[in-house]
C-alpha cells in the first residue's frame, strides 16, 4: 500500500476498499487466533472459525485486487519497470494461494496438501514480492548515498542505470517458474521434480543477490558516470557516515 503507489507514482490516499482490505483481514486472523482455540476449549469443532477466517480472507483478496487494480489504472508513470513487472509474479502467487486454500478445504485435502500450500505463500508471495522490491529499493538507497550529495552539482547516473533489467528479467521468471514448479510437484507427490524445482528457485535467487551486490558496487554505471568527484563507493551493508 505504500511501496507500490510510490513506485508507479499513483494516488495513495486512504479508500474505504483498503481499510475494509484491513478490517476483513483483522477479522480473518481474530477467528483463527482466538475463536479456533475458544471453539476447541469448548469442546465444539472449528468450522465457524474457520469459515468466519475464510470468508474474512477472500473479502480481504478480493478488495486488495480491486485496489492494486486502481494503483496500476491511475499511474502516473506509464513505463513499468522490472520490480513492478516481477511483483506481478509475487500477486500471482497470493491469489493462486487463496484458490489452492479453498479447494484443498472443499476437497478435504488440506492438511494432505499443506506443505504445497505453505511453499507457495512463503516463496511465491513473500519470497517473491520481497526480491522484486529489493531489486528497486537497493538501488534507491545506493543512488541517494553515493549521488544524492552531488545532485544538482554533478552529472550523475538514473537510478535504473545501476541495475541491467534485461539481463536480470530472466532470473525472475525462472524464480516464479521454479515456485509454481516446485508447488505442482508437492501437491503430485513427486519429491524428485520437487528438489529439482527448488534448485531452480534457489539459482534464480542467487542470481538476484548477485545482482543487487552489483549494483551496490556500482557495477552497470558507466565509468565515466560512476564516481565524480565528490563521491565515495557506498559500503557493501552498512551507509557510509556523510563526508566518507
Known amino acids: ?16 476498499t483498503s481499510r475494509w482490505v484491513w478490517r476483513s483481514g483483522c477479522a480473518a486472523l481474530v477467528a483463527l487466533g482466538l475463536g479456533a482455540p475458544i471453539e476447541l476449549a469448548l469442546g465444539g469443532s472449528v468450522t465457524r472459525s474457520f469459515a468466519v477466517a475464510g470468508l474474512g480472507g477472500l473479502v480481504a483478496l478480493f ?19 522490472l520490480n513492478i513487472k516481477a511483483a506481478v509474479g509475487a500477486f500471482a502467487a ?26 507457495l505463500v512463503f516463496f511465491g508471495w513473500l519470497g517473491g514480492l520481497t526480491l522484486s522490491q529489493l531489486y528497486k529499493i537497493v538501488p534507491f538507497l545506493t543512488w541517494l ?17 545501476l541495475m541491467a533489467e534485461r539481463r536480470d528479467n530472466p532470473w525472475f521468471l525462472l524464480y516464479f517458474a521454479g515456485v509454481f514448479s516446485a508447488t505442482g510437484a508437492l501437491l503430485a507427490e513427486e519429491p524428485t521434480l520437487f528438489q529439482g524445482a ?18 551496490r558496487r556500482l557495477a552497470n554505471v558507466a565509468i565515466a558516470m560512476r564516481l565524480p568527484e565528490g563521491t565515495s563507493l557506498p559500503r557493501l551493508f552498512v551507509a557510509s557516515s556523510p563526508g566518507r
Request: net charge positive; aromatic share 12%; with cysteine.
Open 1 to 16: 500500500y505504500r511501496l507500490l503507489p510510490m513506485f508507479i507514482l499513483a494516488p495513495d490516499h486512504e479508500r474505504t
Open 63 to 81: 478488495l486488495y485486487g480491486c485496489d492494486l487494480v486502481f494503483f496500476y489504472r491511475n499511474r502516473k508513470r506509464r513505463a513499468i519497470e
Open 94 to 119: 497470493l491469489f493462486a494461494s487463496a484458490l489452492l486454500c479453498a479447494i484443498l478445504a472443499a476437497t478435504g485435502a488440506l492438511e494432505r496438501h499443506a506443505g504445497a500450500l505453505v511453499y
Open 145 to 161: 548515498e553515493c549521488y544524492g550529495p552531488v545532485m544538482g552539482r554533478k552529472p550523475t547516473p538514473r537510478v535504473q542505470d
Open 198 to 215: 527448488a534448485a531452480v528457485v534457489w539459482l534464480a535467487t542467487i542470481a538476484i543477490v548477485i545482482e543487487l551486490y552489483l549494483a
